[in-house]
């Protein structure tokens, strides 16, 4: 029951997540990386912001025109995974949903998934990045025996920096420690 | 009372060239706004009387004693007394009368003149008095640029504040921090800015919609490095102040972050991942050769130098749950070395400027504080009481930690003596303030 209403809430939060987040397309001016805009002066242009590349391993392109309905709705819902304070393996009920989406990456080479790892506010920055990166590496891990190749799979953790949910109570925790499984369009 | 000069290496170029590092630019939103939380029991007692000016009958182009009351009165040591109880306002030592002093319990006055010599060239003569002794404690004669008065006060305050102290002051240094606020739409935008020491004069080095993070100073204070997560994966930048210029130190595949600059300047230690698992790796930042000192299957990271450059200080979760080693900063690596034992969470070490101390982020029960460790004897010392403190960053002069607190759901900014006397916030104006770094002293 209670598991029940957190899938539910985290379909919410993870379509959130992706409308603001790095990986859509609404940011301007993406396309060429380096939206960061360093100042400091008018002096000497900066010679390495426009030279951002980003290193996702995979195909050029993510072919998701290619899925089944049934495989359609896996990866545009169930597309969180929960985990314990400061753990970073998966939670048993989260496996049958890791072996679909495997399945699914495992019967379509062309599809990649990124998984961003992610922290609860708690602990240092730092750790958390440790944290996150861990929790993105032991979903990558159930990815890959349920069949998936590593060039479908690319990992990134963003530690507590871009959490969920704005709160500091174990509701909001709970739900800003987590793996989100981005489907690359 | 004749004037003693005994200050010659305030000259205007040390002036000039901080404000040449932190005023080009655009300005920040975010402001600092400073507040005493708890003071020294029995702060000094003064009076910083307004300096006269002689300009030809102008207004002054800046408050001075303002300035030099502001940052004493804010540090927390002193008692600065209010400009309405001042029973005389003398400019020149002559003029004080210091049985007007002495009703009102003040142990020491400041008075001083700015003069405009030419068009933009002023000179300033300061001098502190013991007002029980009727005593010069010091006297100074600056000269300045009307564009430097603002750095020229906090000089003031540095030179008085040593005086009382034996302390060196560091209200001309910096902090760069992290600010984020969050658009309408909610999604976040993180600027990472540079502010004098008082919060004031800040600007934006750099402005994202992706995570900023983990700001470092080099050893000369004229560059930072960060961690910037545009191009959706992390990568390490190094920045100079005075010009904007960067350069991507690392953007390796996995997690690029943690940066330190080793004293000499020359070497960044950071954290390098691969396949997941976060290593201590050191790049020589002139020929980019990195060099990977941990090897272990745990999380590896916050790599800070110790003051020789011999050591390195990080977080390590090898024994379970995070705690503070320690390692040669150069291969052939040994063994890491333990330096934490008390808690079961010590992380993010800072080593004070004398090397006689690491500052950490401690759990206390379900707390997270800042504490000071010894790194001898692994002696823990709580200093504060929030419960999600982080990020302590020592003043160059190893007096005070700065670190970032949360007040009200909002992350904000404060500072600690290193005895724990002394609590100050400080709050910011727009977002959420965080990671605070506290600069080096100038360099002339």
Same mark, same amino acid.
């Given at each position: 029951?209670?598991?029940?209403?957190? /899938?539910?809430?985290?379909?919410?939060?993870?379509?959130?997540?992706?409308?603001?987040?790095?990986?859509?397309?609404?940011?301007?001016?993406?396309?060429?990386?380096?939206?960061?805009?360093?100042?400091?002066?008018?002096?000497?242009?900066?010679?390495?912001?426009?030279?951002?590349?980003?290193? /996702?391993?995979?195909?050029?392109?993510?072919?998701?025109?290619?899925?089944?309905?049934?495989?359609?709705? /896996?990866?545009?819902?169930?597309?969180?995974?929960?985990?314990?304070?400061?753990?970073?393996?998966?939670?048993?009920?989260?496996?049958?949903?890791?072996?679909?989406?495997?399945?699914?990456?495992?019967?379509?080479?062309?599809?990649?998934?990124?998984?961003?790892?992610?922290?609860d506010e708690r602990g240092t920055r730092e750790y958390n990045i440790g944290l996150g990166e861990r929790r993105s590496q032991s979903v990558r891990q159930i990815l890959l025996l349920q069949g998936a190749a590593a060039a479908q799979l690319a990992t990134v953790s963003y530690g507590e920096e871009?959490?969920?949910?704005?709160?500091?109570?174990?509701?909001?925790?709970?739900?800003?420690?987590?793996?989100?499984?981005?489907?690359?369009? | 009372?004749?004037?003693?000069?005994?200050?010659?290496?305030?000259?205007?170029?040390?002036?000039?060239?901080?404000?040449?590092?932190?005023?080009?630019?655009?300005?920040?939103?975010?402001?600092?706004?400073?507040?005493?939380? *708890?003071?020294?029991?029995?702060?000094?007692?003064?009076? +910083?009387?307004?300096?006269?000016?002689?300009?030809?009958?102008?207004?002054?182009?800046?408050?001075?004693?303002?300035?030099?009351?502001?940052?004493?009165?804010?540090?927390?040591?002193?008692?600065? =007394?209010?400009?309405?109880?001042?029973?005389?306002?003398?400019?020149?030592?002559?003029?004080?009368?210091?049985?007007?002093?002495? =009703?009102?319990?003040?142990?020491?006055?400041?008075? $001083?003149?700015?003069?405009?010599?030419?068009?933009?060239?002023?000179?300033?003569?300061?001098?502190?008095?013991?007002?029980?002794? $009727?005593?010069?404690?010091?006297?100074? #004669?600056?000269?300045?640029?009307?564009?430097?008065?603002?750095?020229?006060?906090?000089? =003031?305050?540095? =030179?008085?504040?040593?005086?009382?102290?034996?302390?060196?002051?560091?209200?001309?240094? *910096?902090?760069?921090?992290?600010?984020?606020?969050?658009?309408?739409?909610?999604?976040?935008?993180?600027?990472?800015?540079?502010?004098?020491?008082?919060?004031?004069?800040?600007?934006?080095?750099?402005?994202?919609?992706?995570?900023?993070?983990?700001? &470092?100073?080099?050893?000369?204070?004229?560059? +930072?490095?960060?961690?910037?997560?545009?191009?959706?994966?992390?990568?390490?930048?190094?920045? %100079?102040?005075?010009?904007? %210029?960067?350069? #991507?130190?690392?953007?390796?595949?996995?997690?690029?972050? &943690?940066?330190?600059? *080793?004293?000499?300047?020359?070497?960044l230690a950071l954290t390098l991942s691969r396949d997941g698992n976060l290593d201590i790796y050191t790049i020589d930042l002139a020929t980019q050769v990195s060099r990977r000192l941990t090897q272990s299957s745990s999380i590896d990271t916050e790599p800070t130098w110790s003051e020789d450059g011999?050591?390195?200080?990080?977080?390590?979760?090898?024994?379970?749950?995070?705690?503070?080693?320690?390692?040669?900063?150069?291969?052939?690596?040994?063994?890491?070395?333990?330096?934490?034992?008390?808690?079961?969470?010590?992380?993010?070490?800072?080593?004070?400027?004398?090397?006689d101390s690491l500052a950490v982020v401690h759990r206390n029960q379900d707390n997270y504080r800042i504490a000071t460790v010894d790194p001898d004897t692994g002696l823990v010392q709580v200093l504060t009481n929030g419960r999600l403190d982080e990020s302590p960053s020592f003043a160059p002069n $190893?007096?005070?930690?700065?670190? &970032?607190?949360?007040?009200?759901?909002?992350?904000?900014?404060?500072?600690?003596?290193?005895?724990?006397?002394?609590?100050?916030?400080?709050?910011?104006?727009?977002?959420?303030?965080?990671?605070?770094?506290?600069?080096?002293?100038?360099?002339?």
């Open positions: 029951m209670t598991r029940l209403k957190l /899938l539910s809430a985290s379909l919410a939060i993870a379509f959130v997540a992706a409308g603001c987040g790095g990986s859509g397309g609404t940011v301007p001016d993406e396309g060429t990386g380096g939206a960061v805009a360093p100042s400091g002066g008018g002096g000497a242009d900066d010679s390495s912001s426009g030279a951002v590349t980003t290193a /996702l391993p995979g195909p050029g392109g993510s072919d998701i025109s290619a899925l089944t309905p049934q495989e359609r709705t /896996l990866v545009t819902e169930n597309l969180v995974v929960y985990f314990e304070f400061d753990r970073s393996d998966v939670r048993s009920d989260f496996n049958a949903m890791l072996a679909a989406h495997g399945q699914l990456l495992a019967t379509n080479p062309g599809v990649s998934v990124r998984l961003e790892g992610h922290a871009r959490p969920a949910v704005f709160g500091s109570d174990e509701g909001s925790w709970s739900l800003n420690r987590r793996v989100e499984l981005i489907y690359e369009q | 009372m004749s004037l003693s000069m005994r200050c010659k290496w305030w000259s205007v170029g040390h002036a000039a060239l901080v404000l040449a590092a932190l005023l080009i630019g655009a300005a920040a939103n975010a402001q600092l706004r400073i507040e005493i939380r *708890s003071g020294v029991e029995r702060p000094i007692p003064m009076a +910083i009387v307004p300096f006269g000016f002689n300009g030809g009958g102008a207004p002054a182009p800046f408050d001075l004693a303002g300035l030099v009351t502001a940052d004493l009165g804010n540090s927390g040591r002193f008692d600065p =007394i209010p400009e309405s109880d001042m029973l005389s306002r003398p400019t020149r030592p002559a003029d004080i009368n210091f049985n007007d002093w002495q =009703i009102l319990d003040v142990d020491v006055v400041l008075i $001083g003149e700015l003069t405009e010599d030419a068009p933009d060239r002023y000179t300033i003569v300061f001098q502190l008095f013991d007002v029980l002794r $009727g005593e010069q404690l010091l006297g100074f #004669r600056l000269s300045t640029a009307r564009a430097d008065l603002r750095a020229a006060g906090h000089q =003031i305050a540095d =030179i008085v504040y040593e005086e009382l102290t034996g302390i060196p002051g560091v209200f001309s240094t *910096s902090i760069a921090y992290v600010n984020e606020t969050r658009n309408p739409d909610g999604s976040q935008r993180f600027r990472l800015i540079v502010a004098d020491s008082d919060g004031e004069n800040s600007r934006v080095i750099a402005d994202s919609p992706d995570p900023l993070m983990s700001p &470092a100073w080099s050893p000369d204070g004229r560059r +930072i490095a960060y961690v910037s997560f545009e191009g959706e994966n992390s990568a390490v930048y190094v920045q %100079t102040l005075r010009t904007g %210029t960067r350069d #991507r130190v690392s953007a390796r595949e996995g997690v690029n972050s &943690a940066p330190a600059f *080793s004293p000499d300047g020359r070497r011999e050591s390195i200080y990080f977080t390590s979760d090898r024994a379970g749950g995070p705690q503070i080693y320690r390692i040669p900063s150069v291969p052939p690596v040994d063994r890491a070395e333990r330096v934490t034992f008390e808690g079961s969470y010590n992380a993010r070490p800072r080593v004070s400027p004398d090397g $190893g007096a005070q930690i700065i670190y &970032a607190t949360r007040e009200g759901g909002r992350g904000v900014l404060a500072s600690v003596s290193s005895d724990g006397r002394i609590r100050r916030q400080i709050a910011s104006v727009a977002g959420d303030v965080r990671e605070p770094v506290w600069s080096p002293y100038p360099r002339p």
